[in-house]
């Protein structure tokens, strides 16, 4: 599910990002030439970056496909677990230059009083949706870390172990006596059947 989502928004800010690279802004003014250069480049980076997200997320999700067994998906997602948080990074980071080559183009096009409207309520914006994806973000991994890692956690997770190895040791041992009653049952019969054909012909006046 992760990298289903980060690559289709990774393809939508591809094709956001795209015209602003390849067709970059212009102005007439001298003094806002940095400014231009400076769109086309954070936009530039942002599709880079952006394409770099969708390549990744398509290996792995083959690699994925790739796990048979869920014993194979374990073991991938626990050597593959940094990724995860780099990649979230590397998307992070082509959405904060698309925020920002969008904020240096209204500069470029908009008046003073227009650009500094836009930037103080995209500002707050920003501002507002790192602080809810910070807290929702770090309550997750602290609850993970309080369930999995913490010391309680760990036994926990350790007695959950036991239980289920106690389940299925006392699982083998019933089927243990189960192939046994049937060991059993299937040497009963095979007498009978002996039993049967050595009396069938004695019975015969």
């Not at 792995?60 to 990649?87: A, H, K, Q």
């Not at 807290?135 to 036994?155: C, Q, T």
């Amino acid at each position: 599910m992760f990298w289903t989502n980060i690559s289709l928004v990774s393809a939508l800010l591809l094709a956001v990002s795209y015209p602003s690279a390849i067709a970059p802004i212009n102005s007439d003014d001298p003094d806002k030439a940095n400014a231009v250069s400076i769109a086309a480049t954070f936009s530039g980076l942002s599709l880079v970056l952006s394409l770099s997200v969708i390549v990744i997320s398509v290996i792995y999700l083959i690699e994925i496909d790739n796990c048979t067994t869920e014993r194979d998906l374990t073991d991938f997602i626990d050597v593959n677990s940094p990724v995860v948080d780099i990649l979230t990074g590397i998307f992070s980071a082509s959405v904060v230059l698309l925020l920002a080559a969008a904020l240096t183009s209204m500069f470029i096009t908009f008046g003073q009083t227009e650009f500094l409207t836009v930037t103080c309520v995209a500002g707050a914006i920003t501002l507002l949706g790192i602080v809810f994806a910070s807290i929702l973000a770090g309550h997750n991994r602290f609850r993970l870390w309080v369930r999995y890692d913490s010391p309680e956690g760990k036994k926990m997770v350790e007695k959950l172990k036991r239980k289920q190895m106690e389940k299925l040791e006392a699982l083998k041992a019933d089927l243990i006596f189960q192939e046994k009653d049937l060991s059993a049952l299937k040497e009963a019969l095979d007498l009978m059947d002996v039993k049967e054909r050595v009396e069938g012909p004695r019975m015969q006046p």
